[in-house]
């Protein structure tokens, strides 16, 4: 199983990205799927975790500003990110609580790096 994520990028402060991650392999189901992020010299955060369901937990910093979004049939899980902000620079990693080969395991993207200038 591989988590591939995409989308990272220089942007001005008050801009926009879009982040993209999509989970390939021998899947049989997801749970939870969502993106944390790590700054320099930080622990890595939560950002937005969003269930099966489509249940959404954001953090308080980015709520009102990103959305999470994804594709069950696609195994898939976005990241619609405005009103920028240089604290928000980060590498961003996609996650998801995923079945395989007969157990549940926990994924990660490789990191997408976001930069916020301002």
């Known amino acids: 199983v591989q988590l591939q994520a995409s989308g990272g990028g220089l942007v001005q402060a008050g801009g926009s990205l879009r982040l993209s991650c999509a989970a390939s392999g021998n899947i049989f189901n997801i749970k939870d799927m969502g993106w944390y992020r790590q700054a320099p010299g930080k622990q890595r955060e939560l950002v937005v975790l969003i269930s099966q369901g489509g249940s959404t937990n954001y953090a308080d910093s980015v709520k009102g500003r990103f959305t999470i979004s994804r594709d069950n049939s696609k195994n898939t899980v976005s990241l619609q990110m405005v009103s920028l902000k240089p604290e928000d620079s980060a590498v961003y990693y996609c996650?998801?609580?995923?079945?395989?080969?007969?157990?549940?395991?926990?994924?990660w993207g490789q990191g997408t790096l976001v930069t916020v200038s301002s």
């Open positions: 996650n998801a609580e995923i079945y395989s080969d007969y157990a549940w395991s926990d994924y």
